[in-house]
């Protein structure tokens, strides 16, 4: 049976909402497919580096999970995320901005 999912539209307001709760500064850079598009989360420290998420499913459970797409200086991680965009025009893309590196992905609700 397969689980019932969200709408990415949703999901994404929702962990906008979240951040702001959490006074993590986060811009929405990329709006995806309102229904199924994928979600891509840059998390920059605001020292040049950062690092980008992309939700995946892990093969051996089937869980979602949130891997690692690029990370280091600022303008790579820009470049990985462009490269995507061109390849998925249905990609949301989220600009979290935190020096301690918060982007809350690893939290309930948000796997």
């Known amino acids: 049976m397969t689980e019932p999912r969200l ?4 999901w994404v307001a929702a962990y906008l ?3 702001r709760a959490e006074a993590i500064p986060a811009f929405l850079v990329g709006r995806g497919d309102e229904t199924a598009g994928a979600v891509l989360v ?16 892990d093969p051996m459970t089937g869980a979602r999970t949130w891997m690692t797409l690029a990370e280091g200086d600022e303008a790579e991680v820009d470049s990985a995320v462009t ?14 901005e935190d020096r301690s590196g918060r982007h809350l ?3 309930d609700g948000l796997e």
């Open 105 to 107: 992905l690893g939290e």
């Open 42 to 57: 840059k998390c920059a420290t605001l020292d040049g580096k950062a690092k980008a998420f992309q939700r995946s499913f």
């Open 7 to 10: 709408r990415a539209g949703v």
């Open 83 to 96: 490269r995507q965009r061109r390849y998925d025009p249905d990609l949301w893309v989220i600009e979290v």
């Open 17 to 19: 909402a979240r951040l």
